[in-house]
C-alpha cells in the first residue's frame, strides 16, 4: 500500500543517513588521528620453511584512539579508502615502516624485508612512485627490505598501467608481492607480465584446507603457477599444525599466521628476533 511504501521510505532515508553519519563521524575521527598520532603498527613474523627461520614481517597499521580501545583496520581502512584519508594514512604506514625497518635490520644483524599493505586507492595515485622513494630517501633503508603488498583489486581496468606503475616501483629496488591471491580472477591471465616477487595465498584457502578437498587442488596450482614464473609462494592465515604440514608438504615456500606468530608490538617482535 502507499502508507507502507512511504513507511518503507522513510525507513530507508533514516537508515542512510545514520550510515552517512557514521561515516562522516568516522572520517572526522581519523583525520583526528593522523593529527594526534593515535597509530600504530604492528609486526607479524613470515616464516620461511627451508630454513625454518623468520625470513620477513608484514606491517599491519592498529589504531588506539585517546581513551578508548584498539580499533581493527577492518573497521577503519575501508572508510579511510572510501573517503581518500588511505592517501594520508598509507603515507604514515609507508614512513613508520621504513623508519622501523631499519632498526629491525640493525637489531637482527641481518636484512630483513618488511612488507607494507598498499590499497587499491593509494596504487592509483599518481606520486605512489615518488613516494616510495622518499620514503626510502628518508630512513636510509636498503630498498630491496621494502616490499609492498598489492590486492588484485587494484587492478579495475587498464592492466597496461597497472603492469606500468610496478615496473617503476620495481626500478626502485623494493619487492612486490600480489596480496590476497586467488580471490579475484582478473590478474591470472596477466601474472606472468606482473614484476612480482611473491604470491600471498588468500587465507580463504587455508582455512578450509580440513573441509573442502577441492582447496587441495587449487593450492597446488597456485603454488606451481607461482613457481613456474620465478616467485615465492607464501600462505597466510595459517592457524593450525595441520595447515603448516600440509603446505609445507606441497611446496609452499613461507607462512604466515596465528600458529607461528599473531601480529605483534614492536617491542614483543623485536623480542622474538632476539630469541
Ligand atoms: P591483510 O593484508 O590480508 O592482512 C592479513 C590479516 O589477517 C591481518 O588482519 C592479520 O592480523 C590477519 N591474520 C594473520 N594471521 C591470521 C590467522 O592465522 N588467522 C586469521 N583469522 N587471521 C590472521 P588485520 O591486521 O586485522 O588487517 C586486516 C586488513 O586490513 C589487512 O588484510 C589489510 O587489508 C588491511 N590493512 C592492515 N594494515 C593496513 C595498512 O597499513 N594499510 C592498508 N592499506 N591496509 C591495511
Ligand atoms: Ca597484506
Ligand atoms: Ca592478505
Ligand atoms: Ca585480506
New binding site residues.
Given amino acids: 500500500s502507499k502508507q507502507s511504501g512511504r513507511n518503507n521510505f522513510q525507513f530507508y532515508t533514516d537508515e542512510l543517513n545514520r550510515r552517512l553519519m557514521e561515516r562522516l563521524d568516522m572520517e572526522y575521527r581519523l583525520r583526528q588521528a593522523l593529527e594526534h598520532d593515535e597509530f600504530l603498527l604492528h609486526f607479524?613474523p613470515k616464516l620461511a620453511f627451508a630454513s625454518g627461520n623468520i625470513c620477513g614481517a608484514e606491517?599491519?597499521?592498529r589504531w588506539r584512539p585517546a581513551g578508548g580501545g584498539m580499533v581493527?583496520?577492518?573497521d577503519f581502512?575501508p572508510v579511510a579508502e572510501e573517503t581518500g584519508l588511505?592517501v594520508d594514512i598509507?603515507q604514515w604506514?609507508l614512513h613508520s615502516a621504513c623508519r622501523q625497518a631499519v632498526r629491525l635490520n640493525a637489531m637482527a644483524g641481518r636484512e630483513l624485508p618488511i612488507a607494507?599493505?598498499?590499497?587499491p586507492r593509494?596504487f592509483r595515485q599518481s606520486d605512489l612512485v615518488s613516494r616510495v622513494r622518499s620514503a626510502l630517501q628518508h630512513s636510509g633503508l636498503n630498498p630491496a627490505c621494502l616490499e609492498l603488498?598489492i590486492t588484485e583489486s587494484s587492478l579495475v581496468h587498464d592492466t597496461g598501467s597497472f603492469i606500468k606503475t610496478l615496473q617503476e616501483l620495481k626500478t626502485l629496488g623494493v619487492k612486490l608481492a600480489i596480496?590476497?591471491f586467488g580471490t579475484g580472477y582478473s590478474s591470472m591471465a596477466y601474472l606472468k607480465d606482473f614484476p612480482v616477487d611473491r604470491l600471498k595465498i588468500d587465507?580463504a584457502f587455508v582455512s578450509r584446507l580440513e573441509t573442502e578437498s577441492s582447496n587441495i587442488a587449487i593450492l597446488k596450482a597456485i603454488i606451481a603457477l607461482g613457481h613456474s614464473l620465478n616467485m615465492k609462494v607464501i600462505a597466510?592465515?595459517?592457524?593450525t599444525a595441520y595447515q603448516q604440514a600440509f603446505l609445507h608438504g606441497i611446496g609452499c615456500d613461507e607462512l604466515?599466521?596465528?600458529?607461528f606468530s599473531k601480529?605483534l608490538p614492536v617491542e614483543a617482535f623485536e623480542k622474538l628476533l632476539g630469541d
Fill in positions: 607479524q606491517a599491519l597499521i581493527s583496520p577492518a581502512i588511505i598509507g604506514v607494507v599493505n598498499v590499497s593509494q603488498e596480496d590476497d587465507q597466510e592465515g595459517v592457524e604466515q599466521g596465528y600458529f601480529p
